[in-house]
């Protein structure tokens, strides 16, 4: 072989191994920034998943547009994509332009076009590739009944059944709000509690005989089922408040400047109508008080019913804007709730503001229909027994001792459940 064709192979070779090389630099620097791209991919879909989700959680709030919608800039920039930044681009429109929610006014819709820059890979003539993202976020809504919820959405044993415990809803449920990981729903002791559905949004535990049918699942957190109650309008007309009686004195609507206590064999009656009581009302020892239909606010002490003190409310609304509600000892108390108009199904009503602690002891609460809302209280059942068909909208709720508790009417309280989600 000739020395000349020795080198015109040699120069193939050269040339074939550098087109070699070149390729395979090319192949790795269009790897790196793919993967680049790829993470900034990655970046942008989470970036627009968390403005979405805080857009909708601002919607859910406020019903706010232009609040939502700025929530969702903000958050996109935290997260490093800045509308009008270094070429990125952030739309975000409420409703949904687009996909299966558009134009649903509870979901907001983020875009997100970030681009990433080609870096290595120019030498194959790339600039950037298209680095684009989309979220849409809102409500999802699941209905149930439930007669026992309790409200707070942090406490641990914001259920605490502690004793010898029996509870029985039919056709209904009972629902923690709390997240507390370990006892959010919490049994100690010889507990049964029979119901259509228990729901926890945090954990549950028991310690002792604990028979809980169903036993607990999770659930979203809720919002106050009844955060939209309105608060009675207070009457105008002052009355003169009773003086020393006996037998049953009768009262008419309209404001009183007094605690009504009627001891002893006395009696009061209430007119049909609305009331203010603002040093509170107190049924002991042989006091008998009768409610008719109406909306009575009671101010100063509270309602508290002792010894053998008895109240019978006819379709009425207890307000209770100041003090404590206390029902205790032997004393009688059948609680009606109203059968129509805003309050229809509530029997006591307590100031959301008023974080007093409502007791239920004894036999007291003999016989009702109705639900105790207290958004900010606790409620506590000791020794109740009976078929009171009471329901309870509690910040949290307590039984212990030996209690039962059996709600066998219908008219349990509906919670519909919005838990933010990301459907597209």
């Not at 879909?45 to 406020?62: H, K, M």
């Not at 989309?134 to 044993?157: E, F, M, Q, S, W």
């Not at 049994?187 to 049918?213: K, L, P």
Request: charged fraction near 15%; hydrophobic fraction near 40%.
């Amino acid at each position: 072989m000739s020395i000349s064709k020795l080198k015109t192979e040699c120069g193939q070779s050269l040339i074939v191994f550098s087109m070699m090389v070149i390729g395979l630099t090319g192949f790795v620097a269009l790897t790196v920034d793919v993967g680049f791209a790829f993470k900034e991919k990655q970046d942008t879909q989470q970036a627009s998943d968390a403005a979405a989700l805080a857009a909708a959680g601002v919607l859910r709030a406020t019903a706010n547009v232009e609040e939502a919608t700025d929530e969702a800039y903000a958050i996109a920039a935290a997260n490093g994509f800045e509308d009008g930044v270094e070429g990125v681009s952030v739309t975000v429109n409420i409703p949904p332009d687009s996909g299966a929610y558009a134009g649903i006014s509870n979901y907001a819709e983020v875009e997100i076009d970030g681009g990433s820059d080609a870096y290595f890979s120019q030498v194959l003539g790339f600039e950037a590739f298209d680095v684009d993202a989309r979220a849409v976020a809102g409500g999802i809504g699941v209905n149930g009944d439930y007669g026992i919820v309790a409200l707070n959405p942090t406490a641990c044993k914001a259920l605490d059944l502690n004793g010898n415990i029996g509870i029985e809803i039919q056709a209904a449920g009972i629902f923690v709000n709390s997240n507390c990981p370990t006892d959010a729903f919490w049994a100690n002791g010889n507990v049964t509690v029979n119901t259509e559905v228990n729901s926890v949004v945090g954990g549950w535990d028991g310690v002792g005989t604990i028979n809980i049918d169903p036993l607990p699942t999770p659930a979203d957190p809720i919002t106050d089922p009844l955060a939209s109650l309105p608060v009675p309008t207070l009457p105008t007309t002052v009355q003169i408040c009773p003086g020393s009686w006996s037998g049953t004195i009768t009262l008419s609507p309209g404001v009183y400047n007094c605690q009504l206590d009627p001891a002893g064999s006395r009696s009061i009656v209430f007119q049909p109508g609305n009331y203010h009581i603002t040093g509170g009302i107190v049924a002991n020892g042989g006091g008998n008080i009768t409610f008719g239909a109406g909306e009575y606010t009671i101010g100063g002490t509270g309602l508290t019913v002792n010894g053998g003190g008895r109240i019978t409310v006819n379709n009425a609304l207890l307000y209770i804007a100041e003090g404590e509600t206390e029902l205790t000892g032997n004393g009688v108390t059948r609680l009606f709730a109203p059968n129509s108009g805003p309050y229809e199904g509530i029997s006591i009503f307590q100031s959301r503001t008023n974080t007093t602690q409502i007791d239920i002891k004894g036999t007291s609460l003999t016989a009702g229909a109705g639900a105790v809302y207290a958004a900010a209280a606790k409620a506590s059942l000791v020794g109740n027994s009976g078929s009171s068909n009471m329901q309870f909208v509690v910040d949290t709720f307590a039984m212990s001792g030996a209690a039962s508790l059996e709600l066998v009417d219908e008219d349990n309280i509906l919670i519909y459940q919005s838990a933010l989600r990301l459907v597209e």
